[in-house]
């Protein structure tokens, strides 16, 4: 049972231009949703998190777009840059259980320069 | 560096055989998680601690697997009878309770893991 779903599985983009990564999920008690990058072997790096009292949540070039409603959430990377090239992950998890995480699939980020 | 540490970075082993892992977590973080992450997925919780009381256990972790927090400091995972299906990247991960009730959910703190190869 996967309970986050991740789009696109991979991505292109040339420098510049913006990128958007797209999770759905399933499970409504779900109250927090944070979004982690990866670097080859690397862990993962939490990025930005957001909960769903808000819609949008905005850190640098980073900004997730959050749909309550449609229990879909976003992530948009304005100019992107080729140090932005990796794998990226949406999570979710529910209330005082931040940290065990359910994760989507990752996308595999590459931006051309 | 004050990050997560986890040693040693690569393992290869046979199949059959018995690993463990050590994770060190940042000094002040009294939870402590395991994931473990095959390729082309994303991590997957396996089990989780509070000082050193393991709180959670996922049905991922069979009983071949055990986890350990003594003092609740450094954590160890151990895999016996290793099967090449164990193949993965093991995760640790840290952080801190929440400072308040009504606080945001403490991030996690991701080492860089444990690459396991059974062969």
């Known amino acids: 049972q996967q309970q986050v779903k991740q789009s696109p599985q991979s991505l292109i983009v040339q420098k510049g231009g913006i990128s958007i990564i797209n999770c759905a999920y399933e499970?409504?008690?779900?109250?927090?949703f944070p979004w982690y990058q990866q670097f080859p072997g690397k862990g993962p790096a939490l990025l930005i998190a957001?909960?769903?009292?808000?819609s949008e949540k905005k850190e640098g070039r980073f900004t997730i777009s959050f749909n309550k409603s449609a229990k879909q959430f976003s992530l948009h990377i304005m100019d992107s840059q080729p140090g932005d090239s990796a794998t990226y992950f949406c999570?979710?998890?529910?209330?005082?259980?931040?940290?065990?995480?359910?994760f989507g699939q990752g996308t595999e980020l590459s931006v051309k320069p | 560096d004050t990050g997560v540490s986890q040693n040693p970075r690569h393992k290869i082993t046979k199949r059959g055989q018995n690993v463990t892992f050590r994770c060190d977590p940042i000094?002040?973080?009294?939870?402590l998680y395991w994931y473990r992450q095959t390729l082309g997925q994303g991590p997957e919780f396996l089990t989780y601690?509070?000082?050193?009381?393991?709180?959670?256990k996922s049905r991922l972790l069979s009983d071949r697997f055990s986890a350990e927090r003594p003092k609740g400091s450094f954590s160890t995972l151990e895999i016996q009878r290793t099967e090449q299906g164990d193949s993965a990247m093991y995760l640790c991960?840290?952080?801190?309770?929440?400072?308040?009730?009504?606080?945001?959910?403490?991030?996690?703190?991701f080492g860089n893991g444990t690459r396991l190869t059974v062969t």
């Open positions: 991960a840290s952080s801190r309770d929440r400072i308040r009730r009504s606080s945001y959910n403490s991030p996690l703190h």
């Open positions: 499970n409504t008690a779900f109250d927090y």
């Open positions: 957001i909960r769903p009292d808000v």
């Open positions: 999570a979710a998890s529910k209330y005082n259980q931040g940290g065990k995480l359910i």
């Open positions: 000094s002040e973080h009294n939870r």
């Open positions: 601690f509070q000082n050193e009381a393991q709180l959670e």
